[in-house]
């Protein structure tokens, strides 16, 4: 579980200096009027929704309050996978070494 809480922290730095920069040095807008207009753009967020789709459901069914799932869910769509980053983090530390209760959450 060390190695997953090691990653996932990886994960959130990565993300957070990746969204930095993106949204320091790049255009949001015109950037992405381009990745709209060309194939391989519209194939790579598809299957990035996908996945935050993917993910989210996983994060609603381990969740006990409802409320807290959807603001995971926004968080996830709008922020990618920091959100999903800093989640897994968060569901690792409240599992305390417990991997059934960290992929089941409420279910465990």
Request: without cysteine; charged residues 10%.
């Amino acid at each position: 579980m060390k190695i997953a809480k090691i990653i996932s922290l990886l994960g959130v730095l990565a993300m957070t200096a990746v969204l930095i920069y993106g949204f320091t040095v790049g255009d949001f807008a015109g950037e992405g009027s381009q990745l709209t207009s060309m194939p391989w753009g519209i194939v790579s967020l598809v299957d990035l929704y996908t996945g935050f789709t993917l993910f989210s459901m996983w994060v609603i069914y381990r969740e006990k309050s409802l409320p807290a799932a959807i603001v995971w869910t926004i968080a996830m769509m709008t922020l990618g996978f920091f959100a999903g980053a800093f989640y897994t983090f968060l569901a690792l530390q409240s599992s305390n070494g417990d991997w059934r209760k960290f992929w089941m959450g409420k279910h465990a």
